[in-house]
């Protein structure tokens, strides 16, 4: 929005020129978004407070959980609040990548909330049924997969990127659409595992988003495109913009989030930004980078999957309880512990994701 407006007034007083710069705008995205979170933070705190919607614990779970019963939940408004009005005052709206993410993080947002509000305000356990949670993700993820592909104007923006290897560029033709719903719609889900201890879920958003930012940088600029071997997507740089205002928002939100939590994201903020990382990852065609830096992410979700898997196969858990992180949780480990050993593995991870554009 401010784009357009520095763009008109450039033609009074050349100095506003300095709004055309992406990285100026991305620094502007990360400290608009981190600056609405820390004003508003506590804002929402309180009015949550006031309308009693606090978290729900499981009975199952870890008895240290216990505490947490009551504690604010659906902070998720304020990350989704902070990352739409930084990305509509920074990014350049002409962009359909932009708005192709902002319709994943609004709609899966809205799916997130009508599951919170359920739960917390309706007092129903099982929240919104799995069946038309996962069917909302689905209708939204192939939307906007099927609108990706038939709006695509060149090769590269539906080929498939293999990590390690430059020449290798498979066409996904419609396969595009599904491997962007399964991207989109397990990512989402995969966020919305993670989200259960304090810091454990933002953090790795976090780190995820700021390399998605990288990457989208490189790969909207034709000479890092080209010196890496990478598709050149011109589109994607846009995307900075939308990563930082995430990296923001996130970096806002932990400032509350963090051990002990005085708020806690819910479905509305754990959906949204889960399949924020899956569209982003697939628009600048690293959806198997995403699976190398988010794999604390998918280590999650596989622990359900086998847990799961196992008990109705075998009739035995693999795991002392899924998702992973509640298995060290009731084998001795102190939640900030687990929390910080995860995070240190999301890091690595990151690094070595972004090592891969390199090692080609």
Same mark, same amino acid.
Do not use: H
């Given at each position: 929005m401010l784009v357009w407006l520095a763009e008109y007034l450039t033609q009074y007083y050349s100095g506003f020129n300095v709004f055309s710069y992406l990285t100026l705008r991305a620094i502007l995205g990360i400290l608009t978004a981190l600056l609405i979170s820390l004003y508003y933070g506590p804002k929402l705190i309180r009015g949550l407070q006031k309308m009693q919607i606090g978290q729900v614990v499981r009975h199952d779970g870890p008895e240290s959980h216990l505490s947490k019963k009551g504690t604010p939940t659906m902070g998720g408004i304020l990350i989704l609040g902070a990352i739409f009005t930084s990305t509509l005052l920074w990014a350049d709206l002409s962009n359909k990548y932009v708005w192709a993410t902002l319709f994943v993080v609004g709609s899966l947002g809205v799916v997130g909330f009508i599951d919170d509000y359920r739960k917390v305000i309706r007092k129903d356990p099982k929240g919104l049924i799995a069946k038309w949670k996962y069917f909302?993700?689905? *209708? /939204? #993820? !192939?939307?906007? #997969?099927? #609108?990706? @592909?038939?709006?695509?104007?060149? %090769?590269?923006? =539906?080929?498939?990127?293999? $990590?390690?290897?430059?020449? +290798?560029? $498979?066409? !996904? %033709?419609?396969? @595009? &659409?599904?491997?962007? @719903?399964? +991207? &989109?719609?397990? =990512?989402?889900?995969? *966020?919305?595992?993670?989200? %259960? !201890?304090?810091?454990? #879920? /933002?953090?790795? =958003?976090i780190l995820v988003a700021s390399a998605l930012a990288i990457i989208a940088y490189l790969t909207g600029n034709v000479n890092f495109s080209s010196y890496l071997h990478i598709p050149h997507l011109p589109l994607a740089s846009e995307l900075v913009v939308v990563c930082t205002a995430i990296v923001g928002a996130g970096l806002g939100f932990l400032w509350f989030n963090t051990y002990p939590a005085q708020v806690f994201m819910g479905d509305v903020g754990s959906l949204a930004l889960g399949g924020a990382l899956g569209i982003i990852a697939v628009l600048v065609r690293q959806e198997l980078v995403l699976i190398i830096m988010g794999g604390v992410f998918v280590m999650e979700a596989l622990s359900v999957i086998l847990q799961v898997g196992s008990y109705k196969l075998r009739g035995q858990r693999i795991f002392r309880m899924a998702p992973i992180h509640h298995h060290y949780e009731l084998k001795g480990w102190p939640e900030p512990r687990v929390i910080v050993r995860f995070w240190i593995i999301s890091i690595v991870l990151v690094l070595a994701g972004l090592a891969t554009l390199k090692i080609r």
């Open positions: 909302w993700q689905s *209708v /939204i #993820a !192939l939307v906007v #997969a099927s #609108a990706l @592909y038939f709006t695509a104007q060149q %090769g590269t923006e =539906t080929s498939l990127v293999v $990590p390690f290897f430059k020449d +290798v560029l $498979p066409q !996904l %033709g419609l396969f @595009y &659409i599904v491997m962007t @719903y399964f +991207v &989109i719609v397990g =990512t989402s889900n995969a *966020v919305n595992l993670t989200d %259960g !201890l304090d810091g454990l #879920a /933002i953090v790795p =958003t």
